[in-house]
């Protein structure tokens, strides 16, 4: 074979299975040497989703599984083995790949051969020793102990008379998690960004190794909690497909009614920090009761205002009475039609409209190279959305819009966010009439994972896309699992929206991305 024919080999089956209701995976192994060429001409046809490392039986190897998807069609997963070998790097072909191949090196300690820059990512070279790749089998426990903080230093890239880089972070006050970054300047123009993560790498992908189902979706739920219910629905998903259950047609509607409720706060929350960054504190406090009153709704029905341990292997943890879905639907409507309110009165204030329209701006194609997901790339027109291109859940029986903005400032992501809103709430009202009688069909807690093998499950989280790999024992333990977040993806080109503006315009585009540390620092 050669990389034409695979390439040839995987077109066939991509058209053939597309044509069936049922969404298949096209899994095939090639050469390290032939992925360069064959991702170059993969990446127009498909979404590059990530690198998922797999256990391989030979010693000092790992088998990488370059996964992309597509609309509507199979998923496609490339199947590389290094044999303790060079692989080479996709970065110089798919941008996309940049960061999850340093991932990769830093915790697997795997080597991409022509990649510029390896090393000191996850793992910082000053309190970290080389060669720890905590990822490796059996090479790491989680309590080895590393080297005290030192000085890491600031990188520079500007090298004309005058310039300097100004420091932020890693410390800040209030609940910011620890992030970095070298703002580069002659002046008062950014001219070039660092970012810096990783200050509290948690290694719950370690963690999760030996765990149970059970308790692996309560470590995996975690890992975000303010996107608790979305990650757990993506590892979920994965364990049902590994022990074949099947869901309720009650319990799918139900999973779609609180992802939505958690898209919703979620952006309530990413606009209220939009406007507090802009200095109005007014609107900004009125959004923030708003998102308060959802959370209570949240925390009175389900037990936890972020919604932690409603998704379950197999359905949810409980039901609800359809009285109750009514009353939530009608409490949101309130919700939604006050913030929708106040968001449209700001479209007339000409002083914030300054503060965002032109600023940050990342082109379509700037998106397109990093991969982006989430509303941060249907801002840029990218119109990518998992629950459109592959459906889960009850999503194909809902009907709503996937909003794209054209400009790609920090203007159009307000917009994005407050129109997926209205979208989200469009979906939520559509669910009370569409549910079976309670009770009726909800399973119980039975399951058994009896095959040692590899199944993903994935979720359009608010932020964007969350995609788990999770590979069992036969006795339905978990040996190895990898969480590709949308952090790791947006975090990546948040640098290049904030070239060529001023130090002032920097929160405001921060809080206009509305990214997670926590995601990215799992």
């Known amino acids: 074979m050669t990389p034409a024919s695979v390439l040839e080999h995987i077109l066939s089956q991509h058209a053939e299975m597309s044509a069936t209701a049922e969404v298949n995976w096209i899994r095939i192994a090639v050469q390290p040497s032939w992925l360069p060429e064959l991702v170059g001409q993969l990446a127009p046809l498909w979404t590059f989703a990530g690198i998922v490392p797999e256990n391989d039986p030979q010693p000092q190897s790992v088998r990488l599984l370059y996964v992309f998807y597509a609309p509507k069609g199979p998923w496609l997963g490339i199947e590389v083995r290094n044999h303790g070998q060079n692989v080479p790097t996709i970065s110089d072909t798919l941008y996309a790949a940049d960061w999850q191949e340093r991932e990769m090196e830093d915790l697997f300690d795997v080597q991409f051969e022509g990649h510029p820059q390896l090393g000191d990512f996850v793992l910082h070279d000053s309190h970290w020793p080389e060669g720890t790749a905590p990822m490796k089998r059996h090479s790491w426990e989680i309590r080895q102990k590393v080297n005290g903080f030192q000085d890491l230093g600031t990188p520079r890239i500007v090298e004309a008379p005058g310039s300097f880089v ?69 590892m979920a998903q994965a364990f049902e497909t590994l022990a074949g259950v099947q869901i309720s047609p009650r319990a799918k509607l139900l999973r779609v009614f609180w992802a939505e409720i958690e898209r919703i706060r979620s952006h309530i929350q990413v606009l209220a920090g939009i406007l507090e960054s802009t200095g109005l504190s007014v609107p900004a406090n009125l959004i923030q009761a ?40 009608k409490r949101l409507a309130l919700i939604v039609e006050q913030a929708q309110r106040i968001l449209d009165a700001l479209t007339f204030d000409n002083s914030f409209l300054d503060r965002l329209e032109g600023v940050g701006t990342l082109s379509p194609e700037k998106a397109g190279t990093h991969g982006l997901v989430g509303p941060v790339a249907r801002a840029s027109g990218i119109s990518r959305d998992l629950r459109i291109w592959q459906p889960y859940a009850a999503y194909d029986q809902v009907r709503f819009d996937v909003p794209v903005q054209a400009e790609g400032d920090g203007y159009a992501r307000f917009r994005q966010l407050s129109q997926e809103i209205a979208q989200s709430y469009r979906i939520v009202q559509q669910i009370p ?76 585009i921060l809080a206009t991305f509305g990214l997670s540390v926590a995601d990215l620092d799992r």
């Open 433 to 508: 009439r569409m549910l079976m009688p309670a009770g009726e069909g909800f399973p119980g807690d039975g399951f058994r994972i009896t095959e040692a093998r590899t199944a993903f499950g994935y979720a359009e989280s608010p932020a964007g896309a969350v995609l788990c790999g999770v590979s069992s024992n036969r006795q339905g333990m978990v040996e190895r699992c990898r969480m590709i977040t949308p952090g790791l993806v947006n975090w990546h080109a948040f640098p290049h929206a904030l070239r060529h503006f001023a130090f002032q315009d920097f929160p405001i």
């Open 290 to 329: 708003l998102e308060e009153e959802l959370l209570q709704i949240s925390g009175a029905l389900t037990g936890h205002r972020y919604l932690f341990e409603v998704i379950r292997i197999g359905g949810l943890r409980r039901d609800w009475s359809d009285a109750d879905i009514q009353s939530i639907a």
């Open 166 to 234: 100004m420091p932020i972070g890693p410390i800040y006050s209030g609940t910011a998690e620890s992030i970095q970054f070298g703002l580069e300047t002659v002046g008062e123009e950014i001219v070039f960004a660092h970012i810096r993560p990783f200050y509290k790498y948690r290694a719950v992908e370690k963690l999760l190794e030996g765990r149970t189902p059970a308790v692996a979706l309560l470590i995996g739920e975690r890992i975000d909690g303010l996107t608790a219910l979305a990650h757990a629905l993506a």
